[in-house]
């Protein structure tokens, strides 16, 4: 399974990124995908989740300002940015996983990678797309 993330870039505060993560080879029609956001010197943490059968959730900084979505002909992803803040900025990685891994639980913690692997119930990662923000 491929996971390919594209969309980053530069915007001021305040500004909107649409995200996408392509995802190929994934035969399950029952799963979990994530987007995680990775700030400079800080662990991975999960920021908008959707599940097979279309449920999201957020972690409450991102409520009302972030929108994850999919396009399941396409086999992609995608993460609408509202009102970029500069603690924002980091690399934004897709995850696939199980649609057991898609709980709001998974905002309330931080999965410490093993060996450089992250966790979080997700299968496969992606390798991230840029986003800085800037004042």
């Known amino acids: 399974v491929q996971l390919v993330e594209s969309g980053g870039g530069s915007v001021q505060v305040g500004g909107s990124l649409k995200l996408s993560c392509t995802a190929s080879s994934y035969t399950s029609s029952s799963y979990c995908m994530g987007w995680f956001h990775q700030a400079p010197g800080k662990e991975r943490e999960a920021v908008a989740i959707?599940?097979?059968?279309?449920?999201?959730d957020y972690a409450d900084s991102g409520k009302g300002l972030f929108t994850i979505s999919q396009d399941k002909a396409k086999r992609t992803l995608y993460l609408q940015m509202n009102n970029l803040k500069p603690e924002e900025t980091g690399m934004y990685y897709c995850a696939i996983g199980g649609q057991e891994a898609c709980v709001s639980t998974i905002f309330d913690y931080i999965d410490y990678p093993i060996d450089g692997i992250y966790g979080y119930g997700m299968n496969y990662w992606g390798r991230g797309t840029l986003v800085n923000i800037s004042s």
């Open positions: 959707i599940d097979s059968d279309g449920s999201t």
